[in-house]
């Protein structure tokens, strides 16, 4: 297992992922190794509808997780939100289908997510790039569910 700093955290490199999930952490699997993310969950209208407008700084590997009921076609903005943010479009089953890269703070321009998403990350602008995050690469989170791709282990509330 190589271990690679990034910004005070680590980022783990070709070890086959096994992680314990938990409510406020993410993990993404990919060719690139995997990360983890701690998260926040925005899993019902309002606190999706609020998402990380105001907030004025994240840490690194950090984020938010917006969860839907069911997959369709979703569309975000960035009305009064503060930073740049990639946006990480996930299937029910946690495959990435779709990332959109340094979203643009305050700008009202609709970011499509393509169809059939039930999952969006949302993590500070430019870091799926560093990370080496693609479309195709996988997430690891209890919201999941049982057909997920990576499942999640024994679930801890952390």
């Known amino acids: 297992m190589k271990l690679v700093p990034l910004a005070g ?6 070890q086959p992922l096994w992680a314990v999930c938990a409510d406020d952490r993410l993990t993404i699997q ?15 209208a ?8 105001f907030v004025e700084e994240m840490p690194m590997l950090s984020g938010m997780l917006f969860v839907y009921e069911r997959p369709q076609s979703v569309s975000f903005w960035m009305k009064n939100t503060l930073i740049p943010l990639d946006m990480i479009f996930a299937a029910p ?3 990435i289908l779709h990332i959109h890269e340094n979203a643009v703070p305050g700008d009202l321009t ?45 679930k801890t509330d952390s």
Do not use: W, Y
């Not at 990919?30 to 019902?44: E, K, L, N």
């Not at 309002?46 to 407008?53: D, K, T, V, Y």
């Not at 790039?129 to 049982?146: K, N």
């Open 93 to 95: 089953d946690g495959k």
């Open 30 to 44: 990919g060719d690139f190794g995997q990360a983890t993310f701690s998260i926040d969950v925005a899993d019902d």
């Open 110 to 154: 609709p970011i499509p997510g393509g169809e059939g998403v039930q999952m969006v990350l949302e993590i500070n602008g430019g870091l799926s790039a560093r990370l080496g995050l693609s479309e195709g690469a996988v997430m690891q989170h209890p919201s999941f569910g049982a057909d997920a791709i990576l499942p999640c282990g024994e």
């Open 46 to 53: 309002q606190e999706r509808a609020r998402g990380l407008m």
């Open 9 to 14: 955290a680590l980022l783990c490199l070709g």
